[in-house]
């Protein structure tokens, strides 16, 4: 149980487009989804943190209107790159706590990541 | 404020031979911790995790780590190495403000030598 997908596993874009990430519970509802940014070689950046129904809550230095997150549903957010840039290529990372979690003490599901790759 | 150091950013060892990967963590109070495993190109799949009951954590595929307060460690370890332990392991603190967010380590590559 306790399952996250995300899709695509791998994209390439031209510079200038929008990429849209999913990332879905499959087997759980999701109070709370969270998005991560993971560079070679080093450790997860959170980049927002997203509700079902709200307005995501970004991290410090991250520009909300390039990373737009949306979170439908209790079972699906989706992270969209704005007019995308080379210095946006990354592995990026979805998690998922289960409905009526999200406290300290909870665990986050990850989805397998999204390698971008913007040319 | 929350954080962990993980203190070998690179461990190898022989399969069959025991694995010690460190991790201390900062915390003004009683924290919540974890150790996550990301094997290449993957996501990160929940080890163990500490919640302020036993000291001693068992996790999946032979880990466990031990919640130390005195020393503020949370150290992971397995008695017998397997080559596919090889992978990037993260230790990882909850942030006090209870909205779920994860500060995580800088990561601790374990080589596994056959």
């Known amino acids: 149980g306790a399952v996250v997908s995300q899709h695509p596993s791998r994209v390439i874009c031209k510079s200038g487009t929008s990429v849209k990430i999913e990332c879905r519970s499959l087997?759980?509802?999701?109070?709370?989804m969270f998005w991560y940014r993971q560079f070679p070689k080093q450790s997860l950046m959170l980049m927002a943190t997203?509700?079902?129904?709200?307005?995501?809550?970004?991290e410090q230095g991250v520009e909300k209107d390039k990373f737009l997150i949306n979170h439908a549903s209790l079972t699906l957010s989706t992270l969209t790159v704005t007019s995308a840039h080379p210095e946006d290529s990354s592995f990026y990372i979805c998690?998922?706590?289960?409905?009526?979690?999200?406290?300290?003490?909870?665990?986050?599901?990850f989805g397998p990541g999204t390698r971008l790759t913007v040319l | 404020a929350q954080s962990v150091t993980q203190l070998d950013s690179h461990v190898s060892v022989s399969e069959g031979t025991p694995v010690l990967l460190r991790c201390n963590y900062s915390?003004?109070?009683?924290?919540?911790l974890f150790w996550y495993v990301q094997h290449p190109n993957k996501g990160l799949q929940l080890l163990l995790k500490?919640?302020?009951?036993?000291?001693l954590v068992k996790g999946i595929n032979g880990f466990e780590a031990e919640f130390k307060k005195s020393e503020t460690s949370f150290h992971l370890t397995k008695p017998s190495a397997h080559m596919s332990d090889a992978a990037e392991y993260f230790c990882?603190?909850?942030?006090?403000?209870?909205?779920?967010?994860?500060?995580f380590g800088q990561g601790t590559t374990l080589q596994v030598k056959p």
């Open positions: 998690s998922a706590t289960p409905l009526g979690g999200g406290g300290a003490t909870d665990t986050q599901y």
């Open positions: 500490y919640t302020s009951a036993a000291t």
């Open positions: 997203s509700n079902e129904g709200s307005k995501a809550t970004y």
């Open positions: 990882v603190v909850s942030d006090l403000s209870n909205t779920g967010k994860l500060i």
């Open positions: 915390s003004s109070y009683s924290p919540s």
């Open positions: 087997d759980f509802q999701a109070t709370t």
